[in-house]
């Protein structure tokens, strides 16, 4: 008889503690979106940078569980690498996941804020100035805040070519999430946008690197991947005030493009061309002597923008004639001939 009540004390205390689970209220996540499906987006238009990826997921989980400093930005990140990277891009596609447009987002680019003046541009004119008492600023109010189920989400374009007194407009607003504005009346929150900045500071110093790095015997002994970083956080210190650089939650480095990448970066350019045709429904496919000649003359230093550039170029004019000629035509190939694309319907 023991061993069967000892049986039974056993089942009754795995059902009390299956009552009290269920019980128990569910944890609700205020904000909606889902990381894994953000993650997604950004994995599939993204291509070699894989450690930037990872970083953000983790922070998108953090935000989900809400368990952030509710007196600070919901995130500080900065993403530095040389241009045609993906750095702007990340930006627009979180904005894309999470609100559903690639614009939905406060984008300040930083390069119109050379000068010391400028920083009015972002706290409004001071006391006495015209337009003072209005509070103008360059900020979307309505994407900084975003909502109680959604992010803001800030971006600093460029942050290197601003002004030194404009980046010190954003000491606080980095710490406590908060901007005065200069009127003194009115004050910006930041306390629920993820703010993102962009810099290409210190890439062009990385690329030099990397470029000896691949000539003779230096290539033996590894990539020069640590030394490019250093290079990179080097010019940042240069550049920004420690108060400024402690403010910041973490410091991404993209990585250059290599040619070993070209593949998936032609795949995520045709399939955004691919969106634009649908709207006259047409598709397109392009045959390996045309994506090879379209990958040829690459240069690292331009990234993606480069195959972008040579797609605008060099397919979609002979695309648009071939689109108006054969309106009856849904499919079109393309193909190399005498070194240049012929589109032709299927």
Known sequence: MMPFINDRLSENREQLNRERRAARPQRAARFVFEPDRVMALLRARLVGQDPVLDALEDMLWVLKADLGDAQRPLAVHLFTGPTGVGKTETARLLAEAIHGHADALCRIDMNTLAQEHYAAALTGAPPGYVGSKEGHTLFDVEAIQGSYSKPGIVLFDELEKADTGVI???????????????????????RNSIILMTSNIGAADAA????????????????????ARQKVEQALRQRFDPEFLNRIDRIHHFQTLD????????????????HRLARRDATLTLDNSARAWLQQHHDPEYGARHLARRLRTHLEPPLARALLDHPDHTRFNATLHQSRLHITPE
Not at 168 to 190: A, P, Q
Not at 259 to 274: N, V
């Open 168 to 190: 010190r407009t954003l000491l606080n607003v980095l710490e406590r999430g908060r901007l005065t504005l200069s009127g003194g009346t009115r004050s910006l929150d930041f």
């Open 208 to 227: 030099a690197h990397r470029r000896r790095q691949r000539r003779g015997w230096r290539s033996w002994f590894g990539d020069g991947e640590p030394v």
């Open 259 to 274: 040619d070993d990448r070209l593949d998936a970066l032609l795949d995520i350019e045709l399939d955004k061309l691919q």
